[in-house]
Antibody, heavy 120, light 108 residues
Framework: QLQLQESGPGLVKPSETLSLTCTVS??????????WGWIRQPPGKGLEWLGT???????YDNPSLKSRLTVSVDTSKNQFSLKLSSVTAADTGTYYC????????????WGQGTLVTVSS | DIQMTQSPSSLSASVGDTVTITCRAS??????LNWYQQTPGKAPTLLIY???RLHRGVPSRFSGGGSGTDFTLTISSVQPEDFATYYC??????????FGGGTKVEIK
């Protein structure tokens, strides 16, 4: 059974870079059937798609993040990562990693989520 | 970007009721519409994809319909475990993928 697990600091200072990693277990990140990506949720609010990567390194990202986002993949470790630069309090929220079906773009497997707070 | 508008933002229902949630897209998205359920403190889970296709393991009391700009999620005979927040998501024009604002289904 495929599982995703987010890891990274729970507290980041304003203007610094938020870094998270998602470890994929029970399956290969190098599957040609799926993309892998990130979705976040501010406290008490809705869902926002951040970005998605294919195992070859092809990336789709949300233009609203104004080039602050970097998504990368490490097939040797079966992991993918997110870096969000110049964070502010508005970047506080729960960050989920997820699997996206290629072609349909829906997310059928999600990590449990990790809360990241931006505060000095 | 394609905007997704859900209505209502919240509703109250009793166990056994039929509940319908609406999602409207700002432009034609064909059937590229998915529905997710989220309970407090948990990650969302996929219910329906491609507007009307039930994800494996999802009870048949959930159904989806619509195409173009107007879509519905119906829960027939709501059960206690169905009280949650529901989100629609369009995947027609990517990037970006966009979600509706959510509909919270509460117990009456």
């Amino acid at each position: 059974q495929l599982q995703l697990q987010e890891s990274g600091p729970g507290l980041v200072k304003p203007s610094e870079t938020l870094s998270l990693t998602c470890t994929v277990s029970g399956g290969s990140i190098s599957s040609n059937s799926y993309y892998w990506g990130w979705i976040r949720q501010p406290p008490g609010k809705g869902l926002e798609w951040l970005g998605t990567i294919y195992y070859t390194g092809s990336i789709y990202d949300n233009p609203s993040l104004k080039s602050r986002l970097t998504v990368s993949v490490d097939t040797s470790k079966n992991q993918f990562s997110l870096k969000l630069s110049s964070v502010t309090a508005a970047d506080t929220g729960t960050y989920y990693c997820a699997r996206f079906l290629k072609g349909g773009w829906y997310s059928d497997v999600w990590g449990q989520g990790t809360l990241v707070t931006v505060s000095s | 970007d394609i905007q997704m508008t859900q209505s209502p933002s919240s509703l109250s229902a009793s166990v056994g009721d039929t509940v319908t949630i609406t999602c409207r897209a700002s432009q034609n998205i064909s059937k590229y519409l998915n529905w997710y359920q989220q309970t407090p403190g948990k990650a969302p889970t996929l219910l329906i994809y491609a507007a009307s296709r039930l994800h494996r393991g999802v009870p048949s009391r959930f159904s989806g319909g619509g195409s173009g700009t107007d879509f519905t999620l119906t829960i027939s005979s709501v059960q206690p475990e169905d009280f949650a927040t529901y989100y629609c998501q369009q995947t027609y024009n990517t990037p970006p993928l966009t979600f509706g604002g959510g509909t919270k289904v509460e117990i009456k």
